[in-house]
């Protein structure tokens, strides 16, 4: 039996933690994936972060935009000897269903998910459900879109930003990266704005391959940037990008 990806290379943009899972899935579906991490990712704290995570009784929401703010928190949590017990009595909303998957590791799950899992529709989700859902907490990282923030300072609702977590570019990667995409592959793939902003500052070389990418902001990114073969999955996750992948081939493989 022939594997759906057939052995195509498959260039991974993804920081290294969650590249990893992306290539891990690439294989168990015959893809030879090829990791150029762009991005680096790391839990951030500060003084402000202390003062916060001192008051988490006050918020009477917990809005988790990614995997990584939620195990970002929970180290912030443990470090400054805070109990997240607290969690239990309050509300949680997160972006998609991996950042709930991540939440529920630490034994807890969302009261809202949205239905597709971007920025946008949680903040128009949310509010429609909460006009007056008392003081938000917003977990994040540093480049994390100012999405949610201004809904909320439209509606007038309380919140704070507690940012968990940094996204720096992965300058180690400038060489790896040049040196592969003069070698022969047959897609490169994009998890975020952030990953195509650092690939053209790193390279700045436009590639003709496919360009798969997670979301209608990071598709939207690629256009701006150029990328015309774009291939963006209706559901949001690394699982529907390599489904996309896998009809692309076929559907080449029969015309």
Request: hydrophobic share 35%; proline share 4%.
């Amino acid at each position: 039996m022939i594997a759906p990806l057939r052995n195509k290379r498959i260039i991974v943009t993804r920081e290294d933690t969650g590249g990893k899972i992306f290539s891990n899935k690439i294989n168990q579906f015959g893809g030879i994936p090829i990791e150029v991490p762009l991005l680096q990712v790391g839990c951030h704290d500060c003084d402000e972060n202390k003062q916060i995570i001192k008051q988490l009784e006050r918020f009477d929401w917990f809005i988790f935009t990614s995997a990584n703010g939620v195990q970002c928190f929970f180290r912030l949590a443990d470090k400054h000897q805070v109990s997240h017990e607290i969690l239990k009595s309050k509300k949680i909303a997160v972006v998609g269903e991996k950042t709930n998957q991540k939440l529920m590791e630490y034994g807890y799950s969302a009261d809202i998910v949205p239905s597709v899992y971007d920025a946008d529709t949680l903040s128009k989700e949310f509010l429609s459900e909460n006009q007056k859902p008392g003081e938000v907490l917003l977990i994040r990282g540093n480049l994390s879109r100012d999405v949610l923030p201004n809904e909320l300072t439209k509606a007038s609702i309380p919140f704070k930003n507690l940012y968990v977590y940094k996204t720096t570019l992965n300058s180690n990667s400038k060489h790896l990266l040049n040196d592969t995409l003069q070698t022969e592959f047959d897609f490169i793939t994009f998890t975020s704005p952030s990953t195509i902003d650092a690939y053209f500052e790193l390279s700045g070389y436009l590639v003709d391959k496919p360009c798969v990418c997670i979301g209608t902001t990071t598709e939207n990114k690629a256009k701006e940037k150029g990328f015309s073969n774009i291939l963006t999955p209706k559901v949001f996750t690394v699982d529907a990008m390599i489904d996309i992948m896998i009809d692309y081939i076929n559907k080449k493989e029969h015309i």
